[in-house]
């Protein structure tokens, strides 16, 4: 299985981009889905992360991006909204089993990344 994100692009600050990202081929219907971020120079992050019974957000995007799946899909997407030249990275879709931390961010089924840039 693999996942195909889309939806990044250049953006002015306070824009906003929605990026999505889908499985290629078998529909496996992940426990969790998310989107992480890595910036140049910094290590991968958590952005937001969504499974049935819970929503996790990075305090860096509260009140500004929104997670939501489409369970029958296996989609997840990420509506970035105020975006800010801090939010500069490439984003990557992930999905994996309850039982992986989200707060892991080797483990596992990573999606090619999407970069995003914010201009100021």
């Known amino acids: 299985v693999q996942l195909q994100a889309s939806g990044g692009g250049l953006v002015q600050a306070g824009g906003s981009l929605r990026l999505a990202c889908a499985p290629s081929?078998?529909?496996?219907?992940?426990?969790?889905m998310g989107w992480y971020r890595q910036a140049p120079g910094k290590q991968r992050e958590l952005v937001a992360s969504?499974?049935?019974?819970?929503?996790i957000y990075a305090d860096s995007v509260k009140g500004r991006f929104t997670i939501s799946r489409d369970y029958a899909k296996d989609t997840v997407y990420l509506q970035m909204n105020s975006l800010k030249p801090e939010d500069t990275a490439v984003y990557f879709c992930?999905?994996?089993?309850?039982?992986?931390?989200?707060?892991?961010?080797?483990?596992?089924?990573w999606g090619q990344g999407t970069l995003v840039t914010v201009s100021s």
């Open positions: 969504a499974s049935r019974s819970n929503t």
């Open positions: 081929g078998t529909i496996f219907s992940a426990a969790i």
């Open positions: 992930n999905a994996r089993p309850s039982s992986v931390p989200v707060t892991d961010v080797r483990l596992g089924i």
